[in-house]
């Protein structure tokens, strides 16, 4: 018997594959909505095959505003849980220099999430029930100069949850923030990341399954980030300022 469909939000990077198949493990249906729809109809016939449940297939694109609320009301079944996992990112510099990739981080990262979440949260509030998790970044913990754009756009979604949070608390919806860090994937494959600060996907999953089964408020997937952030939060401006961060 199916626990309940989980609808993962951007379900074709490697960290919402690993979700959906823990998921999928601890017995529960699956939604993988992407634009990339024959990723995911890859993915989906693995989930079925690996883990006996039913796994669907949907078009989603978070620029397209005005297509998220058909897009979830035409789900065959409401989903009991929701993992926002999509987002871009592009190099400061690029974005600096040309705004169109700005755009596409802040209308992504930011305006995409705040669309379909409110049309989850509604939908969630009226059942007084399901779960939201939203990925986030460590990015937008404070600004840097390296990555401010993009880091001001997961400031914005760590704050947005942060009220969704405040709001559906009252009413039995759980949301959680999730903050990985450095993440092994093929997206940063070739790069010289720091062991003991990155991730695999499988752990970013398991570290997703188990936070809200807890019902934790914000995540740190590795726990040594959340020292890290702690630590550049709280250096003086005066002193950060000289920094090359």
Avoid at 4 to 18: K, Q, T
Avoid at 39 to 54: H, P, Y
Wanted: a positive charge.
């Amino acid at each position: 018997m199916s626990l309940g469909w989980i609808l993962i939000l951007g379900a074709n990077s490697d960290m919402a594959v690993a979700v959906a198949k823990r998921y999928a493990k601890a017995g529960h249906d699956i939604y993988l909505a992407s634009r990339n729809i024959d990723e995911c109809e890859k993915q989906a016939a693995d989930i079925k095959l690996r883990f006996g449940v039913k796994a669907l297939s949907v078009a989603f694109d978070a620029r397209q505003f005005e297509s998220h609320a058909s897009f979830y009301s035409d789900l065959p079944h409401a989903p009991t849980g929701v993992v926002l996992a999509f987002g871009v990112m592009y190099e400061q510099l690029d974005a600096q220099q040309n705004f169109a990739l700005a755009q596409s981080m802040i209308e992504t990262n930011y305006m995409g999430a705040v669309s379909i979440l409110e049309i989850v949260s509604a939908d969630f509030e009226t059942k007084k029930a399901g779960f939201i998790v939203g990925i986030s970044s460590v990015a937008g913990d404070r600004g840097r100069q390296s990555n401010y754009i993009y880091g001001s756009t997961k400031a914005g979604l760590s704050t947005y949850l942060d009220g969704l949070r405040h709001r559906l608390f009252k009413v039995g919806v759980h949301v959680m923030t999730v903050k990985p860090g450095f993440v092994d994937t093929k997206m940063t494959k070739g790069l010289d990341l720091p062991e003991k600060l990155t991730a695999k996907p499988d752990e970013v999953a398991e570290a997703i399954y188990k936070g809200v089964e807890r019902k934790r408020n914000t995540l740190y997937v590795k726990s040594v980030w959340s020292l890290i952030m702690l630590i550049i939060r709280n250096v003086p401006e005066f002193v950060f300022k000289k920094t090359k961060l």
